[in-house]
């Protein structure tokens, strides 16, 4: 097998997969969830592979599918960004999928196959908008991912049908305007293919669609990413939506469009580009700095961990567009890394309020109390450490992201946005500090009442399938912060042209 | 003025579409009436692309050693067709998708008006 095959073979991996589930799982629906784990090990190995390959070498990819080369045909390009995000993306599918015996076996019995199907044409879809370098067919890999989130959050509580039907409606205009800027800018130019278009667009930037164009899409997949005034979608889906599908939706789904945003921002129009006509970056910058403050703010106000986790993921999302917005080399690897560590400890927050969810039946942040650390001890420290590392102190993860994104912000002068970032991280402090406070720190009162008439709260940690997948990502976001400086020297060889 | 308009009847067309879509979804109650604003805006996006497309008094464009590609304005450009092939099956999976969502939530609530459905959440 060579390397040159890798971009081609991870979707068509998961593509295999999603065909063989339903087939076997006629027959064995038990061992679904194993075919599921292969599938999306596989593709973790593949892009394993492939990004070692990359930091050895250095090389981009370019797979022209059928042998027709680009312009006429269509490629995948595999360069170090593109590496690197499918790499994050199908490791914490991988671990999420690990996750789910416990939570499938409780929320949806007897609907494995279906939710494992579903599932695995997501991955291919997002797979297939990482890697491919061609507008139209973005656009159809977004479609394959959206309709499958959309049958993902369907699975779950009594409200859910609902929540996904409106994420349905909001979530088709948004494909449909970015298919429609993708229309402007192919009368103007002739061509789809990322790497032409860039070529091409400085002889028409100056035309009116061309901007229209830019509009367009950014909004188009600014709803797919639920950037700030086109989140409505976002807070309902994930709060009613099955534990897992959101564990697996949300570090994933809004990552690859604001990694599509980064690609038509910076790629395909280049930062010479990008504010010719309009001063665009200026203005998604100001978006992004809004919805951190009020995600965080209506963080602060939720009473229940996953919604509270959903308008966090609406701050979060914002760092990484804030970062991208910056058009400048720290602003670039701040985006980068943020979508990282933010995979990482979005992914692991779900997967605790999954776990929670399971053994208590609730997640309702009013009903913790300090029994949960002798009931869950493992289980608090994972959550202690992702909520330490999204508030950002310096041994973990979450604080070098911010860190980069701050630079960025100086080196703009854009003093506006490290307010955003200072400010916004004191409200995580908020609102995460107030779970670990009813966690660790007792009421002395409420302590002596208990010793005396309650039994000593037993220990009832999760099991190894709900604990691994958790302890890896702790274990990873202290890794990834310990050794970030390695991180950054590979995001240095991803900078589009122009920095 | 009325050039402008004359000259450009189907970018007028497509526009009207988009916002008789749009006014499906904003304002009509019904989860049905919705889907089909939806249908609308999409079907206004198709006949974008396949407007942009057309030429008249153009021939298929085959490219062959024999025949002259003197005028490229004499070939038609197939390609926004087909994409719209690709876009129009997109569509139907995205209708069948929303149908299957609302006989989920009438099972479930019994209507499909928004607004009784959200008194019925609550």
Request: hydrophobic share 55%; charged share 10%; no cysteine.
């Amino acid at each position: 097998m060579t390397g040159s095959n890798i971009p081609a073979l991870i979707p068509a991996t998961y593509i295999l997969f999603a065909i063989l589930i339903p087939v076997i799982g006629l027959w064995r629906s038990e061992i679904t969830r194993a075919l599921a784990l292969l599938g999306s090990g596989i593709a973790t190995f593949l892009s394993a592979l492939g990004f070692i390959n990359y930091i050895q070498s250095g090389e981009v990819i370019r797979y022209y599918f059928g042998g027709w080369m680009p312009p006429i045909g269509i490629e995948f390009v595999y360069d170090g960004l593109a590496a690197f995000i499918v790499l994050v993306i199908n490791a914490i599918a991988f671990l999420v999928l690990i996750h789910s015996k416990e939570i499938s076996k409780l929320e949806f019995p007897g609907r494995k196959m279906p939710y494992y199907t579903i599932s695995m044409l997501m991955m291919l879809g997002f797979n297939g908008m990482v890697l491919t370098g061609d507008l139209f067919n973005l656009y159809v890999f977004l479609e394959i991912s959206s309709l499958s989130s959309y049958a993902l959050i369907a699975i779950g509580s009594k409200r859910a049908p609902y929540s996904a039907f409106r994420y349905l409606i909001i979530g088709t205009v948004g494909g449909s305007l970015y298919l429609l800027g993708v229309g402007f800018l192919y009368t103007v130019t002739g061509t789809l293919n990322i790497i032409d278009m860039h070529a091409m667009l400085p002889q028409v930037i100056g035309h009116s669609a061309v901007v229209g164009a830019l509009i367009l899409m950014v909004i188009g997949v600014g709803v797919k990413a639920a950037l700030f005034p086109l989140h409505g979608w976002l807070p309902d889906s994930y709060t009613f939506a099955s534990s897992t599908s959101s564990a697996l939706i949300a570090p994933i789904g809004t990552k690859v469009a604001a990694y599509i945003l980064l690609r038509v921002m910076l790629f395909l129009f280049g930062v010479e580009l990008i504010d010719a006509q309009l001063p665009v970056t200026t203005i998604v910058g100001i978006f992004a700095g809004v919805g951190i403050l009020y995600g965080s703010i209506m963080a602060i106000a939720q009473s229940e961990l996953k919604k509270m986790l959903a308008y966090s993921s609406i701050s979060q999302i914002g760092y990484i567009i804030m970062g991208i917005s910056l058009a400048n080399p720290f602003g670039f690897i701040g985006a980068v890394l943020h979508v990282l560590n933010h995979a990482l400890m979005k992914a692991l927050l779900f997967l605790v309020s999954g776990s929670l969810r399971t053994k208590e039946g609730h997640s309702l942040i009013t009903k913790f109390d300090n029994s949960y650390r002798k009931k869950y001890p493992w289980t608090m420290v994972a959550f202690t450490t992702a909520a330490i590392s999204m508030v950002g102190l310096p041994p973990l993860a979450g604080f070098f992201s911010k860190w980069y994104l701050a630079l960025g912000t100086i080196e703009n002068s854009n003093w506006m946005l490290l307010a955003v970032i200072l400010i916004s991280s004191l409200l995580n402090a908020v609102y995460f500090f107030r779970i670990l406070e009813k966690v660790y720190l007792n009421n002395p009162d409420a302590e002596e009442a208990d010793d005396a008439e309650a039994v000593s709260p037993q220990n009832n940690e999760v099991g190894f399938s709900m604990m691994f997948p958790m302890a890896v990502m702790a274990i990873g976001l202290l890794v990834v912060g310990i050794f970030n400086a390695y991180i950054v020297n590979v995001i240095f060889t991803m900078f589009p042209a122009g920095f | 003025m009325l050039d402008f308009f004359m000259g450009h009847y189907a970018y007028w067309f497509t526009m009207i579409l988009l916002a008789i879509g749009l006014y499906g979804m904003l304002i009509k109650k019904n989860l049905v009436k919705k889907t089909i604003g939806l249908s609308i805006f999409q079907a206004g996006v198709i006949l974008f692309f396949v407007s942009v497309a057309m030429k008249w008094g153009a021939t298929v464009p085959v490219k062959a050693d024999g025949l002259p590609v003197s005028e490229v304005s004499n070939y038609m450009n197939a390609l926004p067709h087909t994409l719209m092939l690709t876009a129009i099956v997109v569509g139907v999976a995205t209708l069948g998708v929303a149908y299957a969502l609302i006989i989920k939530i009438y099972n479930r609530y019994g209507t499909l008006d928004e607004e009784e459905l959200l008194d019925k959440i609550q």
